[in-house]
């Protein structure tokens, strides 16, 4: 059984630039939702993700996109990044939404300058 | 106001003292996540309840439904627990709590 994998674990951007981040599910789980997690704080929910279709979504701007595919892997697109942007995000994987347990990727830091 | 409030944000116990973690929430739940994240960003689903109580080796997990609390109990406390525990909410997406940050001194 795979765990959940996030690629890139690192990465620099330029304020106005635009990044996908990436997210394999752990094997059969059909859930992913991201998270941002700035220094000191706890995850904020992003958005959610149900076989392919959005079910969720927190209190972000629409510049925060995601897609999840056929195998239940998902991206995180955003745009136009802002210096506050800059973050660790993570992914996490689950069946059915919030009744089952959470299993995270070790997440992306990402830093916009 | 944050769905989900823990207390107290920061801990610092000494080796073997018994350790409680509160969260108290605000809205309807199916269920209520314990995780554990270590310095560089891992977090670990330590337990999901939605009543009762559950153990697991030297942790407890606690929840009352209807106080709408959960209570994150370590007994004889080591300094490999030192990390930061989050309490989180579930019904149709996730709420977290912000943290609390456990330090265990030898």
């Known amino acids: 059984e795979t765990g959940v994998t996030q690629s890139p674990t690192h990465l620099i951007k330029t304020r106005g630039q635009q990044v996908t981040l990436r997210c394999s599910s752990q094997s059969g789980h059909n859930t992913v939702s991201w998270y941002q997690q700035a220094l000191g704080q706890g995850p904020q929910f992003i958005f959610q993700y149900y076989r392919e279709e959005e079910n969720g979504r927190g209190n972000f701007p629409p510049r925060f996109s995601g897609l999840q595919f056929p195998n239940y892997s998902s991206e995180l697109n955003v745009n136009a990044l802002e210096l506050d942007d800059s973050a660790l995000y993570l992914c996490?994987?689950?069946?059915?939404?919030?009744?089952?347990?959470?299993?995270f990727g070790n997440g992306t830091r990402l830093t916009v300058t | 106001k944050n769905e989900v409030e823990q207390s107290p944000q920061n801990l610092t116990a000494q080796e073997g003292e018994f350790i409680t973690i509160n969260c108290s929430y605000s809205v309807g739940i199916s269920a209520l996540h314990w995780l554990q994240q270590h310095p560089g960003g891992g977090i670990v689903s330590l337990f999901m309840l939605s009543s009762g109580k559950k153990k697991h080796g030297r942790l407890i997990a606690t929840i009352n439904i209807q106080e709408k609390h959960s209570s994150l109990h370590i007994t004889a406390s080591h300094p490999r627990d030192s990390a930061v525990y989050i309490c989180?909410?579930?019904?149709?997406?996730?709420?977290f709590g912000t943290g609390t940050s456990l330090t265990v001194i030898p």
């Open positions: 989180a909410v579930s019904r149709n997406q996730f709420y």
């Open positions: 996490a994987s689950s069946l059915e939404g919030g009744g089952s347990p959470l299993h």
